[in-house]
């Protein structure tokens, strides 16, 4: 028998057949700080949004088979709609367009994405809540978008001052203590997570572009 504390079960078996180590450090790039209003930001999202979106983290079919083989792992863990669903908008033009137009040109300059071609998204996780461990494949950005060879990236911008439990994680850097407006740069395939086990909702917006090189 496996000894509990040497065996994590099959999703680890999953991080270790693509060579995902933990013990290897991965160099988080820089931090960004944007100038932004959070309680303008946090008004629109409950009061004056167009369309949420309700979803919790579970196997989807229409995913690639890499993100259907990490939900079924973190549901075989435990996570379920009760630990992961999050309230978000941005999918729809309308909710897109006015979040981008908050953020404004200077704050895109500084993300070094074109604001025309960028998918932006504001996610809001209750106490209790947050997504597990994963990679993001933006399948909704190139839906949208496509793909025309540049590289696609996207970034997590604190919209709501850091709390009691909030946290992001990027491979091996915890995050915590940030302030409304920093940005981390999440690059295609590097595994994350982000939660909040504190008292007050964390509001992030998800800023995903094609890359100004």
């Known amino acids: 028998m496996n000894n509990i504390f040497e065996y994590k079960g099959y999703y680890q078996d999953f991080l270790d057949s ?10 988080l790039a820089d931090k960004i700080s944007l100038d932004i209003d ?5 008004n629109y999202f409950v009061d004056a949004a167009e369309e949420y ?28 709609k009760e630990n992961t669903t999050e309230r978000n908008i941005g999918l729809n033009s309308i909710d897109n367009t006015t979040l981008k137009n908050m953020i404004g040109t200077d704050n895109f300059k500084l993300l070094g994405l074109d ?18 461990l994963h990679t993001d494949s933006f399948n ?10 540049r590289r696609i990236t996207r970034y997590f911008v604190a919209v709501s001052p850091w709390d009691w439990g909030h946290l992001l994680q990027v491979h091996d850097n915890v995050i915590t203590h940030w302030k ?7 690059p295609e395939g590097i595994y994350h997570l982000s939660n909040n086990f ?9 800023v995903t572009g094609f890359v100004d090189e």
Not at 70 to 79: P, R, S, W
Not at 140 to 149: C, L, P, Q, T, V
Request: some cysteine; aromatic content about 12%; proline content about 9%.
């Open 115 to 132: 604001p025309k071609t960028c998918l932006v998204r504001m996610l809001e996780y209750n106490p209790g809540t947050g997504i597990p």
């Open 53 to 80: 979106q309700i979803k919790d983290y579970k196997p989807r079919p229409f995913h690639p088979a890499a993100d259907m083989l990490q939900a079924v792992c973190l549901k075989e863990l435990g996570y379920c």
């Open 140 to 149: 909704a950005f190139k839906s949208k978008y496509g793909e025309d060879g």
């Open 18 to 27: 693509i060579e995902v180590n933990l013990t290897i450090p991965y160099k």
């Open 198 to 206: 504190g008292i007050a909702p964390k509001y992030t917006l998800t």
């Open 38 to 42: 959070y309680k303008r930001f946090v």
């Open 180 to 186: 409304a407006g920093d940005a981390y740069e999440i």
